[in-house]
């Protein structure tokens, strides 16, 4: 990949996307309401969602960097542009139709008839596989974290005196496991009784799905041989952990989404408008080898991500606003660059 690009020209699909996801939010805005005023307020709410997306996913670009970085060019390429029809349509539309279709026991087509014609209803049935979902999310995420820090071979650090106990830890077998494990009893013993067994079931599903996906994504990396005649090596396992990943991080954006709006076509409109930035991002990231640069980003990424799991555990018992969550992560990113920065001073 060339990295001699200039900063703009990252911005020409995120801005194309940007123009004409407005419009339609414009038009969605009079078809809905017919006048002026409604037009203004679709056009609000859809920036607002395209920032809160931006917000809430800048740490997911940092990872998606680093681990396209290590995918051979094929899968980079599947990645940017297969990984965006599923990041915007799958978790974007299909995904809150699906939550709609189990827990209310429709099929998909009833569920896109009531998002269109009750939206009121379709939001309250998302509202109630809110713990669920912050449970399966909260889990996956906090293991990406872990699996980060509690690392034996990991070696370089940020926050020393934190970082050098946790890769002592990773000598544990399953310690990161029982870690989880731990904080989601901690949670369950402060629901309802009715939502004890629902949150503790996708708990460990989110535990499941990434023990699959990580087995699978080093049995397919490891393949030596055969794997580099089918164009798997550094790519299949990678792909799918990227988009389990990607879906993880979509979960508390969609979720939040519901509390600005309740017409899902307006959702997806601004939170795919967001996506695109996001995916830009990370083609910026592995071009310019901005994560070498700067040594410190990536943990503030992976910092970012225990933040963000803490979090949606901690929304299956209170509302956290979503501008909170975006803050955070933004602000430990921010940390990270700049100690990046004071570090490549005192080198220099």
Partial sequence: MSTQRSSLSYLKWPLITTVLGLG????????TKGDLGGILSFLMVGAVLATLEIALSFDNAIVNANKL?????VW???FLTWGILIAVFGMRIVFPLAIVAIFAWINPFAAMHLALADPDEYSRIIGQAHGP????????????ALKFFIDEDKSIDWIEILEKRLRVWGSIRGFEIAFVLVIV???????PIQ????FLTSAVMGLLVFTMVEGLGTYLDNMAGSAAEIGAKGGLGAFLYLEVLDASFSFDGVIGAFALTTNILLIAIGLGIGAMYVRSMTIMLVE???LAEFRYLEHGAFYSIFALSIVMFLQSIVHVHELITGGIGMVLIALAFYASINHNKRET
């Fill in 288 to 290: 310019r080898g901005s």
């Fill in 185 to 191: 009893l901690m949670i369950s013993r402060s629901l």
């Fill in 69 to 73: 970085d290590e995918m051979s060019p």
């Fill in 24 to 31: 339609l939010t414009g038009w969605l805005g009079w078809a």
């Fill in 195 to 198: 939502d004890v067994a629902p």
């Fill in 133 to 144: 979902i912050s449970a399966f999310g909260g889990t996956f995420l906090m293991m990406v």
């Fill in 76 to 78: 980079q390429q599947r």
